[in-house]
């Protein structure tokens, strides 16, 4: 069962790596996995290193209240798609508008900790280029899904492909090789000056580095329970 939530975006303030982007962002945060009432993978390419050490347990997310809140959003989500969706575009929708009559660009995150298409989806539902339909709102995330970066790779999409243990350096390659950049967890603050022959950059001074980069790592500091990583998700050096 789900109650309908007042909002599904929450403002980017409220979580310490979007509060550091340099635009006004907005980020829908979900339960990752199968934590819903219908048992559904959110995040379809999770493996057992990104599951114990998902971000779901970083920051607030550790507090109960904010873990509920993103559990019944996710129950909307599985048990109420249409309903769910069309709160989704009216959130937008209103996003957009502001961000017109105030003449600026909104950053919009629709995956928070899960990884669905919602662009897709909405597109589908609506019958309309989102793009096109909100076009003061710059859209970026975090995906496993190399199949989602190469149907979004010439879209105003930001998309970071996202490596994990289970991550074949091909893959890595591929998803540079479509000017993507790609997160890689590290278990030290200092950074390699170069991952797989690509140029590792700080992926931790904003939620929004991959929007001005193309083609990097972005290093991320291993937070939560991946400081305790032993299946790989976590590069020690």
Known sequence: MYTIPKNLLSKGITNA???????ETYILYLSPYKQNSKNI?????????????????AGRGKFSN???????????YVENKEGFLGQL?????????????????????????????????LEKKFNENIFKAFPNL???D???????????????????F???ENTENEEILKALNFGANVSVVFSSNELPVNFLGAKVINGDLSDIEMIYNKSKI?????????????TNFVIHI
């Open 218 to 230: 972005l290093g991320l500091k291993a937070k939560g329970s991946a400081k305790k990583d032993l």
């Open 41 to 57: 993978n959110l995040c379809p390419k999770a493996s057992e290193g990104c599951i114990s050490s998902c971000l779901f347990t």
């Open 138 to 140: 710059i859209f970026y």
């Open 66 to 76: 904010v873990a509920k809140s993103r559990i019944n959003k996710s129950n909307y």
């Open 89 to 121: 575009y009216r959130e937008l929708f209103k996003i957009d508008l502001v961000a017109f009559k105030q003449n600026k660009k909104i950053a919009i995150r629709l995956n928070g900790t899960s990884d669905i298409d919602f662009i897709g989806q």
């Open 142 to 160: 975090y995906t496993k899904i190399l199949g989602k970066i190469e149907k979004y790779k010439n879209k105003p999409y930001y998309l970071t």
């Open 17 to 23: 790596k979007t509060s550091k982007n340099n635009l």
């Open 162 to 164: 996202s490596r994990s």
